[in-house]
């Protein structure tokens, strides 16, 4: 956190209400130094471990200057996973909700057509992998006449993934006139150079690492042999009992068999790796945050794009092969301000690996001992009281924000040549009803969809039914999803 408040950046009302509502209420260090410039429209390059607030940091200047009136998107942010591109879409469109910015992820899996029709529609922002964005340049589905901002986060995986020809590409194909800020936990070669090329005089931010690292996370090393971790796994948990624990392991049959391990014992678990279906990995994902389940047992893939405010323990059943891993890995938990607590398992093998971290990250990371059979028994029945309750979230933010909306679904849209005005102009006639509560609006060919905020959704709804819309009659209810 820094000393600086949210209250000096001089922030629209709406943005500051969204901030208040999400609970950020001082800003962090990389949102002290990222604002401030970006408000300015200065090109930028930060380097900071994801868990900063570094999505907030440029996702609260884009809601600020993004005119919402323009239809065609003003900001595009590239994004290395499937995972971040709808985390980032979801920070923007929270942070945005009372500016109604409209934001949209793209990537790949996901039917193109779907995408194609919603980037028809208004959309300020759009999130996505690289892959699908170009897929969507080239078959003239996404417009970038108008993009003002160009965000490119996490950088460095980027890189690691084999991206970073393809953001060339797309760099290629924005106009020039743009702010570009680069956001990456490490800065490559190959990044410094891309930055060079297509910036102009960046001003380079750093926030250091170990803020995240250290201060707010414990790591601890337990050496152990293969085939002793599943029961060193169910040790650690009953010692450590925690709310919610995720594992991470090197591969997807690792994770299988610690899932299956998990789930016969019992475990509240759930899996994640890439070869499951994009909608099963999303519901995972879901779920974790809703508090379904407290033990997630996932690859490197979910380590990034999981923003879940209270992991309160990281377990490294598989010591990470590469080092950056490891921070992105330890990064999930110990999250802005919380405390967490990171124990990686290494067999008597992986002293090298281990080394190579070690020097990465700048400490040595303190070893401990397995837990004895007395303290496991010990904390026995505090664990099985746990594991037979919900877990309790206490901090859903889009839950949070979303309170008091309503969607309302009208039955008429582009083709009887209604306009998002025509709904406002109407809506905000309703004694008692504003522009201020209106939100997002979605106007398809034969139907539109409407966010009510407030609390105001029944209000609405009631007077719709019997109010015409531009001249025309429309059936009006609430929208399923
Ligand atoms: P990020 O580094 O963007 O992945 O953010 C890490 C976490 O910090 C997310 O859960 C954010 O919602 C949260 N966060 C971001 N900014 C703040 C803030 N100023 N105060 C409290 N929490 C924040």
């Not at 009281?385 to 206490?394: F, L």
């Amino acid at each position: 956190m820094s000393d600086k408040n949210f209250a000096d950046f001089q922030l629209s009302k709406e943005i500051t209400r969204a901030l208040t509502i999400l609970k950020y209420d001082t800003p962090t260090e990389v949102q002290s130094k990222v604002i401030p410039l970006a408000m300015k429209n200065q090109d930028l390059v930060v380097k900071s471990q994801t868990g900063s607030g570094k999505t907030a940091s440029f996702s609260i200047p884009l809601c600020e200057r993004i005119e919402w009136e323009e239809k065609k998107p003003q900001a595009l942010i590239l994004t290395p996973t499937r995972e971040l591109a709808v985390q980032v879409r979801e920070d923007v469109t929270n942070i945005g909700r009372f500016k109604r910015i409209k934001a949209l992820a793209v990537y790949g899996k996901e039917p193109f057509t779907k995408q194609k029709e919603e980037l028809n529609q208004k959309t300020h922002v759009v999130v996505g992998t690289p892959g699908r964005v170009i897929d969507h340049i080239e078959r003239g589905t996404l417009t970038l006449e108008k993009i003002k901002y160009l965000i490119i986060d996490e950088a460095d995986e980027m890189l690691n993934m084999g991206f970073i020809d393809e953001v060339e590409d797309i760099i290629n194909e924005l106009p020039s006139n743009r702010v570009t800020m680069v956001f990456s936990a490490t800065l490559p070669k190959d990044v410094e150079n891309l930055c060079h090329k297509y910036m102009k005089d960046p001003v380079n931010i750093d926030i250091a690492a170990s803020g995240i690292t250290t201060d707010t996370i414990e790591h601890r090393l337990i050496e152990v042999k293969e085939g002793d971790k599943i029961s060193l796994l169910k040790d650690v948990t009953v010692l450590e009992n925690p709310d919610s624990c995720l594992i991470f392991c090197r591969t997807k049959e690792h994770v299988d068999n610690v899932y299956t391990e998990l789930d016969e014992a019992n475990y509240s678990c759930e899996r994640l790796h890439g070869g499951l279906e994009q909608q099963d990995r999303f519901a995972v994902m879901d779920g974790f945050k809703m508090g379904n389940f407290r033990y997630l047992v996932a690859t490197d893939v979910a380590a990034r794009g999981i923003d879940i405010d209270q992991v309160r323990l990281v377990i490294n059943y598989d010591v990470p092969m590469e080092k950056e891993s490891y921070v992105h890995r330890t990064g999930r938990t110990g999250r802005a301000g919380n405390k967490g607590k990171a124990i990686t398992f290494a067999t008597p093998f992986e002293g090298k690996f281990v080394k190579a971290i070690e020097k990465y990250i700048g400490f040595e990371i303190p070893a401990m001992e397995a837990p004895s059979s007395q303290e496991v028994e010990a904390g026995k029945a505090a664990f099985d009281e746990k594991i037979s309750g919900r877990r309790v979230v206490r901090n859903n933010k889009s839950a949070r924000i979303n309170q008091g909306i309503m969607k309302l679904h009208f039955s008429g849209g582009k083709k009887k040549k209604l306009r998002a005005i025509d709904f406002v102009g109407t809506i905000a006639k309703i004694p008692g009803v504003t522009a201020e509560d209106i939100g997002i609006i979605t106007i398809q060919d034969h139907l539109s969809y409407v966010d009510i905020l407030n609390g105001k959704g029944s209000l609405v709804l009631q007077a719709m039914e019997n109010t015409t819309i531009k001249g025309k009659t429309l059936k009006v209810s609430k929208a399923l999803k």
